[in-house]
C-alpha cells in the first residue's frame, strides 16, 4: 500500500501520463522538463531496497529464531515479537520483485498474478508491522501499570494471540480493495507492462484518494499516536534510576518518527493534490516524484531496526542470542560458566526489578 500500494515505477508511470492538473475531467497535459534524473533514482533505490532487504531478511530470521528458541519460557510478548517480525518479512521478501522491476525502468515482467499478490503481501506486512507496534506499546504499558503483579493466565495468552489474528485481517482487508484493481498493463511510453491499479474510469482519483487516505488512517494517525503516547506514560511513570529504560524508550519514538513520519506527511501532500487542495505545478510535480520513493524508502528502514529495537537490546535476548550461536559449541570449555555468571550478576544489578521484569523479559513489549 506504499505509494498508494504502489512502488516508484508506478508512480513515474501515473504522473507521466496523468500529469494532472486542477481539474481531473478536463486534464491539461503539463510537460514538466527532466527536473528529477528518473534514471538515476531508480538505480539508487535499488541499492537501497538490496541493502533493505539482505539486512531485514537476516535480522528478522534471526529474531523468530531466538523468539521461538527460548521466547517461551520468558517472554509474554513473543506473539506480538513473533507477528511482528513475520510482518517485516512480508515486506522485505518482496523487494526484489521491485528491485527488478526498477532496474528494468519500472517495467513489470512477472505478470498479472504476481503484481497483485506482491502489492497484497507488501501491503499488509506494512500495515500489520506498525499495528504490532501499538500492540507492543499498549502492553508493554498495561503489564508496568494496571497489570502489574498479576499472574500470566490463559486468558492474557488467548488475548494476545486473538489480537495478532484480527491485526492480520485488517491489515489484509485494508490492502485488498487497491490489489483488486492492481493490473500489468501495457504502457505506450515504455514498450513494455507495467504494474499499476487501473481505477473505474468514471472518476479514477477518487479510488487512488481512498487508497491513500485509508493507509494514512490506519499506517500512520491510528497506530502513531497510540504507540508514542503508551511509551511517554511508561517513561513517566518510571522510578528515579531508571535512566537505561528511558533511553530505550526514546528510541523507539525517535525511530517511529524518522523512520514513518516523512513518508505520511509527503503522503498526505500528494493526497491533498489529488483533491486539489494544493494546486499543480512543475515544482510539486519534481518534488513529489523525488520524495514519495525516498522516503518510502526510509521508512522501510524499520524492517531493519525493529529487530534490533525490540530484541537484540535487551539483555535477556542478548544472552539467549548468545546461547544459541555459542553455547551449542562452547561446551567443553568455561565459556558457558563465564556467561551463566554474567547473566546472574546482572540480574542481581537492577534496580527497578518490578519494571525492568516486565520491559526486559517480555512481559509487556520487551522493552
Same mark, same amino acid.
Given at each position: 500500500?506504499?505509494?498508494?500500494?504502489?512502488?516508484?515505477?508506478?508512480?513515474?508511470? /501515473?504522473?507521466?501520463?496523468?500529469?494532472?492538473?486542477?481539474?481531473?475531467?478536463?486534464?491539461?497535459?503539463?510537460?514538466?522538463?527532466? @527536473?528529477?534524473?528518473?534514471?538515476?533514482?531508480?538505480?539508487?533505490?535499488?541499492?537501497?531496497?538490496?541493502? +533493505?532487504?539482505? @539486512?531485514?531478511? @537476516?535480522?528478522?530470521?534471526?529474531?523468530?529464531?531466538?523468539?521461538?528458541?527460548?521466547?517461551?519460557?520468558?517472554?509474554?510478548?513473543?506473539?506480538?515479537?513473533?507477528?511482528?517480525?513475520?510482518?517485516?518479512?512480508? #515486506?522485505?521478501?518482496?523487494?526484489?520483485?521491485?528491485?527488478?522491476?526498477?532496474?528494468?525502468?519500472?517495467?513489470?515482467?512477472?505478470?498479472?498474478?504476481?503484481?497483485? @499478490?506482491?502489492?497484497?503481501?507488501?501491503?499488509?506486512?506494512?500495515?500489520?508491522?506498525? /499495528?504490532? /507496534?501499538?500492540?507492543?506499546?499498549?502492553?508493554?504499558?498495561?503489564?508496568?501499570?494496571?497489570?502489574?503483579?498479576?499472574?500470566?493466565?490463559?486468558?492474557?495468552?488467548?488475548?494476545?494471540?486473538?489480537?495478532? !489474528?484480527?491485526?492480520?485481517?485488517?491489515?489484509?482487508?485494508?490492502? +485488498?480493495?487497491?490489489?483488486?484493481?492492481?493490473?500489468?498493463?501495457? &504502457?505506450?511510453?515504455?514498450?513494455?507492462?507495467?504494474?499499476?491499479?487501473?481505477?473505474?474510469?468514471?472518476?479514477?482519483?477518487?479510488?487512488?484518494?481512498?487508497?491513500?487516505?485509508?493507509?494514512?488512517?490506519?499506517?500512520? #494517525?491510528?497506530?502513531?499516536?497510540?504507540?508514542?503516547?503508551?511509551?511517554?506514560?511508561?517513561?513517566?511513570?518510571?522510578?528515579?534510576? &531508571?535512566?537505561?529504560?528511558?533511553?530505550? +524508550?526514546? &528510541?523507539?519514538? #525517535?525511530?517511529?518518527?524518522?523512520?514513518?513520519?516523512?513518508?505520511?506527511?509527503?503522503?498526505?501532500?500528494?493526497?491533498?493534490?489529488? /483533491?486539489?487542495?494544493?494546486?499543480?505545478?512543475?515544482?510539486?510535480?519534481?518534488?513529489?516524484?523525488?520524495?514519495?520513493?525516498?522516503?518510502?524508502?526510509?521508512?522501510?528502514?524499520?524492517?531493519?531496526?525493529?529487530?534490533?529495537?525490540?530484541?537484540?537490546?535487551?539483555?535477556?535476548?542478548?544472552?539467549?542470542?548468545?546461547?544459541?550461536?555459542?553455547?551449542?559449541?562452547?561446551?567443553?570449555?568455561?565459556? #558457558?560458566?563465564?556467561?551463566?555468571?554474567?547473566?546472574?550478576?546482572?540480574?542481581? !544489578?537492577?534496580?527497578?526489578?518490578?519494571?525492568?521484569? !516486565?520491559?526486559?523479559?517480555? !512481559?509487556?513489549?520487551?522493552?
Amino acid at each position: 500500500m506504499s505509494l498508494g500500494g504502489t512502488d516508484l515505477s508506478e508512480l513515474l508511470v /501515473l504522473w507521466e501520463e496523468l500529469n494532472r492538473t486542477s481539474n481531473q475531467s478536463q486534464v491539461e497535459l503539463v510537460v514538466c522538463s527532466g @527536473a528529477v534524473g528518473h534514471a538515476a533514482l531508480l538505480h539508487v533505490l535499488s541499492v537501497f531496497y538490496i541493502f +533493505i532487504f539482505l @539486512a531485514g531478511l @537476516a535480522s528478522n530470521v534471526l529474531m523468530i529464531w531466538v523468539s521461538l528458541r527460548r521466547g517461551g519460557a520468558r517472554s509474554e510478548s513473543r506473539p506480538y515479537l513473533l507477528n511482528l517480525a513475520a510482518a517485516d518479512l512480508c #515486506v522485505v521478501l518482496t523487494l526484489p520483485f521491485w528491485v527488478a522491476s526498477l532496474l528494468q525502468g519500472g517495467l513489470w515482467p512477472f505478470g498479472a498474478a504476481l503484481c497483485k @499478490a506482491t502489492h497484497l503481501m507488501f501491503g499488509a506486512g506494512l500495515l500489520s508491522s506498525i /499495528l504490532f /507496534l501499538a500492540c507492543l506499546g499498549v502492553d508493554a504499558y498495561l503489564s508496568v501499570t494496571l497489570l502489574a503483579g498479576a499472574p500470566s493466565g490463559r486468558r492474557r495468552k488467548l488475548m494476545r494471540r486473538l489480537s495478532c !489474528a484480527l491485526l492480520w485481517l485488517l491489515a489484509l482487508a485494508a490492502s +485488498i480493495p487497491e490489489a483488486y484493481f492492481l493490473q500489468a498493463v501495457r &504502457s505506450p511510453h515504455r514498450g513494455g507492462a507495467v504494474c499499476r491499479p487501473v481505477f473505474p474510469s468514471e472518476n479514477p482519483r477518487d479510488g487512488m484518494v481512498g487508497v491513500q487516505v485509508s493507509f494514512l488512517v490506519l499506517g500512520f #494517525v491510528v497506530p502513531a499516536p497510540i504507540i508514542t503516547g503508551s511509551y511517554l506514560l511508561l517513561a513517566a511513570g518510571l522510578p528515579p534510576g &531508571s535512566d537505561q529504560t528511558r533511553r530505550l +524508550i526514546r &528510541s523507539y519514538v #525517535v525511530a517511529l518518527a524518522a523512520c514513518w513520519l516523512p513518508f505520511h506527511t509527503v503522503l498526505l501532500l500528494d493526497t491533498l493534490a489529488l /483533491l486539489d487542495a494544493l494546486s499543480f505545478s512543475c515544482r510539486l510535480e519534481s518534488f513529489l516524484l523525488a520524495a514519495l520513493p525516498l522516503t518510502q524508502c526510509c521508512s522501510l528502514l524499520h524492517c531493519v531496526l525493529n529487530p534490533v529495537l525490540y530484541c537484540f537490546l535487551h539483555r535477556s535476548r542478548r544472552h539467549d542470542l548468545m546461547e544459541a550461536f555459542v553455547f551449542q559449541y562452547s561446551t567443553r570449555t568455561g565459556l #558457558v560458566r563465564l556467561m551463566d555468571a554474567s547473566q546472574a550478576s546482572d540480574a542481581s !544489578a537492577d534496580q527497578n526489578r518490578p519494571v525492568r521484569s !516486565a520491559l526486559q523479559d517480555g !512481559a509487556g513489549a520487551d522493552l
